[in-house]
């Protein structure tokens, strides 16, 4: 007997209302032909901060000469991943505070995984930029790496604080060859183990890339 396997979309919807970066391009579109219009089809085009929405990073968008988003590799945007909820904490998130959020041997689960997906409940899902959000301090990034972490997801809009100029932990994360997504929507998601899927678009020398992502029971 054959089980279904449940999905979630953890990507947000992307139109003119969903929020950008305070200063980034934000998303429009506008119709090229139409049907109505007496042409054979509808076309769109669309204008677009590479960060709109669910995106991958590249390297590439903190330090010049690093990969772009072409170079992403694959392999570390599917495969078994690691939803924690660290909604309640506040600042920077340690070492202890994610162990303690995580039931079981951190090392152990987050090798196992190689996949982590932060839910700290500040979302763009909902409509609006968030003030602020928790971030992984550098010293746990660091540690998360020496675990064996490929891929560090958030629902936020970023990896590093909101005001943060040097971007430690986007910097931490690209040295040690990990990738990572941003501005999920993990609303719906029970912390947990699940499979990824997040492809990135192949847009040539990018800093980021837009994402479909889902997760798939296991
Ligand atoms: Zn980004």
Same mark, same amino acid.
């Given at each position: ?16 209302? *969903?929020?950008? !970066?305070? &200063?980034? *391009?934000?998303?429009?579109?506008? !119709? ?11 076309? @769109? #085009?669309? *204008?677009?901060?590479?960060?709109? &929405?669910?995106?991958?990073?590249? $390297?590439? +968008?903190? +330090?010049?000469? !690093?990969?772009? @988003?072409?170079?992403? $590799? ?9 939803? /924690?909820?660290?909604?309640? @904490? ?11 959020? /995580? ?6 689960? %987050?090798?196992? #995984? ?11 899902? %909902? ?5 602020? !959000? ?11 790496? &020496?675990? &064996? ?7 936020? $809009? ?30 719906? /998601? ?17 800093? #980021? ?10």
């Amino acid at each position: 007997m054959t089980r279904e396997l449940r999905l979630y979309d953890i990507s947000v919807t992307v139109n003119r209302d *969903t929020p950008e !970066w305070p &200063g980034d *391009t934000a998303f429009s579109s506008d !119709w090229s032909t139409t049907i109505a219009a007496g042409d054979s089809v509808n076309v @769109s #085009a669309m *204008t677009s901060s590479a960060h709109v &929405g669910t995106h991958a990073d590249a $390297p590439l +968008h903190v +330090h010049d000469g !690093w990969p772009g @988003s072409h170079e992403l $590799p694959l392999d570390a945007f599917c495969g078994r991943a690691m939803v /924690v909820d660290v909604s309640d @904490s506040d600042g920077e998130i340690s070492l202890d505070v994610l162990a303690g959020r /995580v039931p079981g041997d951190l090392q152990e689960r %987050v090798g196992r #995984a190689q996949r982590l997906l932060l839910k700290t409940g500040h979302s763009i899902a %909902v409509g609006r930029f968030p003030e602020k !959000w928790p971030t992984l301090s550098e010293k746990c990034a660091r540690a998360l790496l &020496g675990f &064996g972490v490929r891929l560090l997801g958030v629902d936020c $809009p970023s990896v590093d604080a909101r005001d943060s100029r040097n971007l430690p932990v986007h910097h931490m994360l690209f040295s040690g060859n990990a990738c990572l997504l941003e501005n999920l929507d993990l609303r719906r /998601v029970p912390p947990g183990d699940y499979e990824l899927l997040a492809f990135p678009l192949k847009l040539m020398g990018m800093d #980021a890339a837009p994402v479909r992502a889902v997760l798939r029971d296991i």
